[in-house]
């Protein structure tokens, strides 16, 4: 598999418990953050995004909150489950629309323990 | 539809060899994107076309080149490569507009003796 895992961040969670991941943002222009999850050997896949004037959206069992005063972004998952293990990604579009340029942080990898 | 399908998904090349990674997606989208991944650092943006007939630089565009040869595909080319240049290659591609939610494709795994 991906040797992407090493040296990240990692949140240990057992099965059925909720997990929160957090991503610090550079960019107060932002217009949108988007989360994304990213399986051993796969390209990263979209799970939920939030506009920059919203503070909390709710996807199915996911949760993104936003909070532009400390540049903080967080995702919940909610009754996490073992396939939810991956490295998860926070994403800022600093290009607006027309281009949609998206800088990502590092990453923060998930293990959930049966 | 098959998506965002990059070739080759794996390559060994010997410092200053060249090669072209190709990327090629079918959802007739606008802007097609190249990621380099490396452990512990995210993926970083190499070059990106916001439409046919434009590309512009990312965070990391040393040693690389691009092509957007149609709307559907949008090569990397490396003219000399380096071993910093071991990386995990990710092609990607969006409508113009919405939110930026990037479709990928699986990854091309390079590594530069």
């Known amino acids: 598999g991906e040797s992407v895992g090493l040296h990240l961040p990692t949140l240990s969670v057992q099965e059925g418990d909720n997990s929160i991941i957090n991503c610090a943002y550079s960019n107060s222009a932002s217009d949108y953050f988007i989360w994304y999850k990213q399986e051993s050997g796969k390209g990263p896949q979209f799970i939920i995004d939030i506009r920059s004037n919203m503070d909390k959206r709710q996807g199915q069992r996911v949760t993104v909150l936003l909070n532009k005063t400390v540049k903080h972004l967080s995702l919940q998952i909610a009754a996490t489950q073992p396939g939810d293990s991956a490295v998860y990604f926070c994403?800022?579009?600093?290009?607006?629309?027309?281009?949609?340029?998206?800088?990502f942080g590092t990453g923060t990898l998930l293990a959930v323990q049966p | 539809n098959a998506g965002v399908t990059q070739t080759p998904k794996f390559q060994v090349l010997k410092t200053g060899q060249s090669m072209t990674l190709q990327c090629a997606q079918d959802m007739n989208h606008n802007s097609m994107y190249w990621y380099r991944q490396d452990p512990g650092m995210g993926l970083r943006l190499i070059y990106y076309s916001a439409s046919e007939g434009t590309t512009d630089k990312g965070e990391v565009p040393n040693g690389y080149n691009v092509s957007r040869l149609n709307k559907r595909e949008f090569s990397l080319r490396l003219e000399s490569a380096a071993p910093s240049q071991t990386s995990v290659y990710f092609c990607?591609?969006?409508?113009?507009?919405?939110?930026?939610?990037?479709?990928f494709g699986e990854g091309s795994r390079l590594t530069v003796l």
């Open positions: 994403a800022e579009n600093i290009g607006g629309g027309a281009t949609n340029k998206l800088i």
């Open positions: 990607a591609s969006t409508s113009t507009g919405g939110t930026g939610e990037l479709f």
